[in-house]
């Protein structure tokens, strides 16, 4: 059990979120609909966003907020989690939300003009 | 350190910019450009050889001195270029075609700057300023889709040229650390012992662009596009100086020209210099068979310009004293007998309206003073005695002789009596024979024009009886070439190798029997003037024969059996190279374009794979 | 890879490609501190956590700080325990070391942060431009839906207010509090067809609540000679008023987010009519 | 270390009227335009003052906590020059946007031009490798939304290819900066610039691969760059301006500060980055490639604007092949072709849009005897192709010529390189000179254009530079010179200034 | 112990993900797309990241699922609009 354990604590985030952040992948390069290539994009922002809040995590870390019970520093040594990427990916989430919106927007104006949804059709008569 | 060197390049600079402003007004325009050239040949008189001017170009981070010098040869080349250039402004002055004055000054910035200058920044900057301006001019021609498709061509390949001197520029910077031409040429003559092969790859990038420049053999193609579509006032100095560049350029880079022990010799001179006399001979000879099938006038001279190249740079090969003087007197002649010849056509095509040979005729009366400057143009073109064209095709052929090439000798020969043949086409269709009525009301080239003829006629007389003025700035060149210059007597003689000729004399003799022969047609024959239509099938036309107009002007298909034996050759188009290398870049350019399919997943497609591709990368490596 | 190669063909190179992705990412992971090699005390934010980037500073300009081969000695850096309640005007002091991060010690990431969103809004309001069209058979929802929007919206409003106004104690700060706020007007809007919010109220709410985000920054810049630098006491650890600008800070951006995001949801909801003519 | 706390107004003004801009808009739609006109006029002069004031180079230290700690924005003599020239185009084309921005949401519109520009300073002067991500995204996102501005649909399909394949990029790049941030525990790019080394090569090369795709995106190198033709095009003349003007620059300056600060190995003649396979030879490679894909694809094109559209991306390919090349010539001959292009290309775009506006077409054939109906725009349109082209007496001659220079002085298989960009800069003088043949034909007979007055200063002064920097390179040469110096020396040129004391011992 | 409970977070994600991908609908591939922003709420609980937890849950699952159906509605009306 001990060895599982470890592995995965070591492992599983990272595997988690490379595994969303491959499907959303997936997602944007086969699929013709616009629509399913923002949902490709908004899973890939949340793998990344897993990403680089698992590697602020260790397995004996404690929230990074001071509270009357959690100590973040014991004996001159940091436990808590690494607040760094974590203020990182709350802007990353912000900045997703940012760009799904605008993306989103576009493609309602790429279907009202062009009247279709499909990707292969959205480009001018080839002069 | 003489200042006036600067303003030589920096006059035509400043004219250029006041006829750019003053481009509304055609005769201000035209004006500013003619007394520009008067003041840089003014300027002129007061540069001397060995004075140098440096100035110091912050660029590149570091300082780089920008250095002008005078030798011998940049002071002659100065002066038959400002002055045919002055010359040929004055011409225009009356002149309607659509020649765009500030162009030529840029031109002639660029032609001052490239004569004097002795760094290679300075050099590839005029050179390009040159080629561009040239293009833009060449843009202006009368017949709007061929000019445009002429510039075109003649842009890419002066545009290649001038990168594949790029290219040469640098590698010399690389090896000598410095950018004066005198340092990296003495530096390649140093080493041209050790590693010839090395010596001649960097030369050869240089003489690339100036076989391009001069329309020498395999990159002549250009040439009859060009100066055909050309405006009709540009012409004269695109072929008579502009050519002159790349010969210039050639003799800069001439004394390395691998003469020492690192080469293999072949009939008494390095092979390099054999194939480079073949490729000047075969340019003389493809010049002269092509230019007799010509119906357009200015092409058919256009090929001969560059067919008078190929002399020049047959007889520079040689590297011989009497080479090197025959190959820049014959520039000299070529520069004066070309430019009147072509200005004279100028005159002839602003008056009849049209280039081709088969529409003119019979225009000597109407045009007399254009009609014998046409005459001596023609006269000297094909080197017959008394005119300057004589002397220089006579040392040509001595120093072949001398050089005991006697196949290459013959093939001149041959070239020289072909120039003769299609020279003799011209000057027959364009002013002897009948006129068609359309030119009765045709008028003499006004005053201005005339004034220019007399000149050019002079000029072509007097440089043919007196060749010995021209030879003595030449002789200085080739002395300071390190050759032993050639002993001219009296001015009056041009000494050969074996024979000297007294040039004089010979002029006299042939004057007096001119005289005399045309006396004689006057006072005998009883000649009535006779129209154009009745003199072929005395009063009838049979219906059979479907004769128009044009085909009565008996240029037409002048050479037809000639055209018959030469058919065979030309099957092998020598622009088929050029003309293919086109189409397979238009060719891949409409494949790659394929790339942008302009569907948002497939650019997706491709940022991922090039990201894998360079992931693998990273492992292997 | 034309248009129209076919699905199959594209699925399967799309596969082959990822896979390749991951097994370079995992062969990087392989190199990656992870799990319980994770050491925050390698990290410069120890010293965001144990809140002595002063001392820090101290050190590193007389030479201490970066040993020989340019090793960073964060871990000696020496540090005063922090206990929540009593220790007094830290350099920071928010409670919360993520809202510490994102509004103190890297606040300039925030504003480029707002910025952002409020060019997302812009863009998304500049492109569905027109004059809105009567849209006539749309079902029209419910009493109940009415009723309980209209209600639950004065709860949610205030539990927004509380995420953000509490930003620099508890987890959540102004996006959050915002997103929550725009949550419960996306509640009116799905309460009643038609529902129009007072739209010069939300644009000039907008651009204030930004404005007084740049001002506080700049008054940073006048008064303590540095863009966003906190001119404000920092109290006691864990109080109300303890953290100087931070509350100011996440008021502006909780207030910004939420007005941003439901006009971005008016915009999206509203049937418009393009006048380029 | 001289800090310049004042110089974050270069960020901060502009920040505050783009929040402040749609109040002006209630006033008036013109006053919202003008405000920021009036804001970029801030920044131009403000960095005007910078730069030849000699105040740099310094550093602007965000929140009192200095670098490795805080955020910091560094002004060297590249930032500074590159956020001038950023600033006078960007006030330029927003004279040209008071006059072709009528229709349409006009207030939004000025803010994301506003912040567009603002965004490519930041990037150009920011100091932390996260705070480049955020400045990215504020230039793209506002560029997405230009791009798609407009009636023509076109601009929907090219801004939508944009955002896909650019947000794709953003999170590569988020993820190569997460990498190195598990083993050096920073977010400095000076600190993370000295310390690379410590990295372990695999991760190193894997995080460094993911960060140059990342900014290639961008930088519009080859297999990145697919979404360039159609988002030039699609957009209004005026954006497609400021995204080659303005966006292209903000990129070069980010992909080659990281290639060649962050990654990239001091001392040696030529820079070359560390990990297992060299990121510069790398880019070499992609920015020929792109050379040649630009220049060949524009050959064939009948439509202008997607010619230009075109050649610029070639452009970016020739400036990524003078930075690659590593020595300082290489860059100064990059810098050089990058101010160049931005100045030239700019210029080209706004001319195609008053001729659109005017009613003149956008096809080759629209332009046939355009000489004889306004001779001011065509003559603008040849100084700027001429430019382009790199003949003498026009800017471009000066910086494709030490480009050459250096590549050839660098040998080796750049030699092949050069000649392979030397061949491809023939076929584009082809397709930029067959349009000013087309201009200058006057066998056709057709109406006057006449000029109108607003979008002809932004012109007329392009223009004019172009010419003034043909004639005197010294003007940007002096700058140029400078930047070579601190991009190809890491330690001395950059980092020391923003760390003095990291590697005191 | 709670790395079993975060495994189980994880492969539940990963299924929603896949039937993301393997939907036909649109509405469904969203909501799948919703729930999985949800779950790495969750599993930012788990990373001991409460901050990121709440803002992932407001914006991620709350709000872009919103928009992304908002949108769908004015696609769906258009189609809708396009067959009468």
């Known amino acids: 059990m001990q060895a599982l354990q470890i592995f995965l604590q070591n492992w599983i985030y990272l595997i988690g979120a490379m595994a969303i952040f491959g499907i959303g992948l997936y997602i944007t390069l086969t699929n013709e609909n616009i629509f399913k290539i923002i949902v490709g994009l908004d899973i890939i922002e949340s793998g990344t966003n897993l990403f680089m809040t698992a590697i602020a995590w260790h397995p004996k870390a404690v929230m990074p907020i001071y509270t009357a019970t959690n100590q973040l520093v014991v004996n001159g040594k940091v436990v808590s989690a690494d607040p760094l990427p974590q203020s990182l990916v709350l802007t990353a989430i912000v900045i997703g939300l940012g760009t799904t919106a605008l993306a989103l927007t576009i493609a309602v104006k790429i279907f009202e003009k062009y009247g279709t949804l499909d990707v292969r059709k959205i480009k001018e008569a080839k002069r | 350190m003489n200042s006036n060197i600067i303003w030589l390049v920096f006059t035509p600079l400043i004219g250029s910019a006041i006829a750019a402003i003053l481009y509304r007004v055609k005769f201000l325009d035209r004006l500013v450009t003619f007394s520009t050239f008067a003041i840089t040949l003014l300027l002129l008189f007061s540069v001397h050889v060995g004075q140098s001017y440096t100035f110091n170009l912050n660029f590149m981070g570091k300082i780089i001195p920008l250095s002008w010098n005078v030798t011998h040869l940049s002071i002659f080349m100065l002066y038959i270029s400002v002055a045919f250039g002055t010359l040929l402004t004055f011409y225009s002055l009356m002149d309607k075609s659509r020649m765009k004055g500030f162009l030529l000054l840029l031109i002639l910035a660029a032609n001052n700057w490239i004569f004097t200058t002795n760094d290679m920044v300075g050099f590839f900057f005029a050179w390009e300023l040159m080629g561009w301006a040239s293009i833009v001019s060449v843009l202006g021609g009368r017949d709007e889709n061929s000019s445009r498709h002429a510039a075109l061509y003649y842009a890419m390949m002066s545009i290649a040229g001038s990168y594949s001197m790029f290219f040469g520029v640098f590698t010399l910077w690389k090896l000598t650390g410095s950018l004066s031409i005198s340092t990296n040429v003495a530096y390649l003559s140093s080493i041209v012992g050790m590693h010839p092969w090395w010596v001649l790859g960097i030369v050869s990038l240089f003489f690339v662009t100036f076989m391009i420049k001069a329309g020498i053999f395999p990159f002549h193609t250009w040439v009859p596009m060009a100066y055909a579509y050309a405006p009709d006032t540009f012409t004269p100095f695109l072929s008579g100086v502009m050519s002159k560049y790349g010969i210039y350029g050639m003799l800069l880079f001439l004394p390395i020209s691998l003469m020492e022990k690192g080469m293999p010799a072949a009939f008494g001179l390095p092979w390099v210099n054999y194939i480079f006399m073949w490729i000047g001979v075969t340019t003389a000879v493809v010049g002269t068979v092509l230019a007799f099938f010509q119906d357009d006038v200015k092409k058919l001279f256009a090929y001969s310009s560059f067919s008078n190249l190929g002399y020049i740079v047959a007889a520079i090969s040689l590297f011989s004293s009497v080479g090197v003087t025959a190959g820049i007197y014959h520039a000299f002649n070529h520069l004066l007998f070309k430019g009147a010849l072509f200005i004279t056509l100028a005159a002839v095509i602003s008056r009849t309206g049209t280039s081709k040979m ?200 002048f050479y037809e059996p000639i055209e018959g034996i030469f058919a065979p050759f030309f099957r092998i188009k020598i622009d088929g190279f050029f003309r293919g290398l086109a189409n397979w870049t238009a060719a891949t350019s409409s494949a790659i374009k394929e790339i942008f399919v302009s569907n948002a997943q497939i650019y997706a497609f491709f940022a991922v794979a090039g990201l894998i591709i360079f992931v693998i990368a990273g492992w292997v490596a | 890879m034309r248009n129209d190669t076919p699905a199959l063909v594209k699925r399967i190179t799309a ?104 060019l997302a809004a812009t863009g998304v309001a500049m492109l569905l431009f027109g004059k809105e069209k009567k849209r006539k058979n749309k079902t029209e929802p419910s009493l109940i839906m009415y009723v309980g929007t209209r209600i639950s919206f004065a709860i949610i409003f205030l539990f927004g207010i509380y995420i953000f106004v509490h930003g620099h104690l508890t987890p959540g700060g102004g996006f959050p509090g915002g997103a929550v706020i725009a949550s419960g007007i996306l509640g009116l809007f799905l309460g009643k067809n038609g529902y129009k919010p007072n739209h010069l109220g939300l644009k000039v709410f907008e651009s204030l609540s930004g404005m007084a985000f740049v001002i506080i920054g700049l008054t940073g810049l006048f008064s303590v000679h540095s863009f966003l630098a906190n001119f404000l006491p920092t109290g006691v650890i864990g109080d109300l008023y303890s953290a100087g600008f931070i509350g100011l800070i996440y008021i502006a951006i909780g207030m910004k987010v939420g007005a941003e995001l439901s006009a971005v949801v008016n915009s999206m909801i509203v049937d418009v009519e393009e006048e380029w003519s | 270390m001289n800090i310049f706390n004042n110089a974050a107004l270069l960020i901060g003004v502009p920040l505050l009227f783009a929040f402040s801009i749609p109040l002006f808009g209630l006033i008036s739609k013109e006053l919202a335009k003008w405000v920021t006109l009036l804001t970029i006029g801030f920044n131009a002069s403000f960095s005007f003052y910078i730069l030849f004031a000699h105040k740099y180079p310094t550093m602007v230290v965000m929140g009192n906590w200095l670098p490795p700690f805080g955020e910091n924005l560094y002004i060297g003599p590249v930032a500074a020059f590159l956020v001038f020239v950023i600033s006078m185009i960007g006030l330029l084309i927003a004279i040209y946007n008071l006059w072709a921005i009528k229709k349409g949401d006009v207030i939004r519109f000025s803010v994301l031009f506003l912040m567009f520009t603002a965004g490519a300073s930041g990037i150009v002067l920011t100091g932390d490798i996260f705070n480049l991500f955020i400045f990215m995204e504020i230039t793209g996102i506002s560029s ?188 100064y001959g990059g810098i050089f072709q990058l101010v160049n292009h931005s100045i030239a290309k700019s210029m080209l775009f706004l001319i195609v849009g008053v001729l659109v506006a005017v009613g003149v077409g956008e096809n080759i054939d629209d332009f046939k005897g355009l000489w004889k109906r306004n001779p001011f725009l065509t003559l603008t349109f040849s100084i700027g192709a001429f430019s382009m082209l790199g003949f003498p007496l026009f800017g471009g001659f000066w910086s494709k010529f030490s480009i050459v220079a250096a590549s050839v002085q660098r040998g080796g298989w750049y030699d092949f390189i050069i000649g392979l960009v030397l061949f491809a800069s023939v076929v584009e003088a082809f397709y930029y000179l067959r349009i000013v043949a087309y201009m200058f034909a006057s066998d056709v007979e057709l109406p006057k254009v006449k000029t109108p007055i607003t979008p002809a200063i932004p012109i007329f002064i392009l223009a004019v530079s172009i010419v003034a920097i043909g004639i005197f390179p010294q003007i940007v040469g002096t700058f140029s010179a400078q930047a070579a110096g601190e991009l190809t020396h890491k330690m001395s040129g950059y980092i020391l200034h923003v760390i003095p004391s990291i590697a005191a011992h | 112990m709670i790395i079993y409970v975060a495994t189980l977070i994880v492969i539940v994600v990963i299924m929603l993900a896949l039937i993301a991908v393997f939907s036909k609908k649109l509405l469904s591939a969203i909501i799948a797309s919703g729930f999985v922003s949800l779950g790495v709420s969750g599993l930012f609980f788990f990373l001991q990241a409460p901050d990121v937890a709440i803002t992932e849950a407001a914006i991620g699952a709350g709000l872009s699922t919103a928009i992304f159906i908002i949108a769908l509605k004015k696609v769906k009306k258009g189609e809708s609009k396009d067959e009468e």
């Open chain 2, 358 to 557: 088969s529409e003119m005729g019979g225009l000597w009366r109407k045009m007399p003073v254009t009609f014998f400057t046409f005459f001596i143009g023609i006269a000297s073109a094909a080197g017959i005695p008394p005119f300057n064209g004589f002397g220089s095709k006579w040392l040509i052929y001595q120093a072949m002789i001398k050089q005991h090439l006697p196949f290459a000798t013959v093939m001149l020969f041959l070239a020289s009596t072909g120039a003769f043949m299609y020279l003799f086409k011209a000057f027959h269709s364009v002013f002897l024979g009948q006129r068609s009525a359309r030119y009765d009301n045709v008028k003499e080239v006004p005053v201005v024009g005339q004034i220019v003829e007399y000149l050019l006629m002079f000029a072509m007389i007097f440089f043919g009886v007196q060749p010995g003025y021209i030879l003595k700035p030449i002789g200085a060149i080739v002395s300071s070439m390190g050759l032993k210059p050639l002993p001219t007597m009296a001015n009056g003689y041009v000494t050969g190798m074996f024979s000297n000729v007294y040039v004089p004399l010979i002029s006299w003799s042939l004057a007096i029997s001119f005289t005399v022969g045309f006396i004689l047609f006057f006072i005998s024959a009883k000649h009535k003037y006779v129209s154009q239509s009745d003199n072929y099938t005395a009063g009838q036309i049979p219906e059979e024969w479907n004769l128009t107009p044009e085909t009565y002007q008996f240029s037409w298909k």
């Open chain 3, 15 to 118: 596969l082959s490609l990822i896979t390749i992705l991951l097994i370079g990412f995992f062969l990087a992971f392989k190199e990656m501190p992870k799990g319980s090699a994770v050491n925050v005390n390698q990290r410069v934010s120890r010293l965001y956590v144990m809140k002595n980037v002063e001392t820090a500073t101290k050190m590193m300009e007389n030479g201490k700080f970066f040993a020989k081969g340019i090793k960073p000695l964060r871990t000696d850096v020496p540090y005063t325990p922090i206990t929540f309640g009593k220790s007094k005007n830290l350099e920071d002091g928010a409670a919360n070391v993520v809202t510490s991060i994102v509004v103190d010690y890297r606040g300039f990431d925030t504003l480029g942060e707002v910025t952002v969103l409020f």
């Open chain 4, 144 to 331: 997405y939304a230009l791009a798609a501005f407009g009636p023509e649909r076109r601009a929907l399909g090219g801004a939508f290819k944009f955002l896909v394949v650019s947000s794709i990029g953003s999170t590569l790049y988020l993820m190569g900066v997460t990498l190195i941030y598990t083993q050096l525990g920073t977010l400095n790019i000076a600190e993370i610039a000295a310390r690379i080394n410590q990295t372990t090569p695999g991760l190193l090369t894997f995080a460094g691969i993911l960060i140059i795709s990342g900014l290639a995106v961008e930088a519009e190198l080859f297999p990145f760059n697919g979404w360039v033709p159609d988002t030039y095009t699609g957009a209004i003349n005026g954006v497609s301006a400021s995204l080659s003007g303005i966006a292209a620059i903000s990129a070069v300056y980010a992909l080659f500060r990281i290639a060649m600060t962050v990654f990239g190995k001091s001392g040696g003649a030529y820079v070359s980055t560390y990990g297992k396979i060299d990121l510069m030879a790398l880019i070499a490679l992609l920015a020929t490639a792109t050379v040649i894909i630009g220049e060949l694809s524009a050959l064939s094109q009948k439509n202008v604007k997607k010619m230009l559209a075109y050649s610029s991306m070639a452009q970016m390919g020739l400036i990524a092949v003078g930075f690659s090349i590593g020595n300082k010539l290489g860059v």
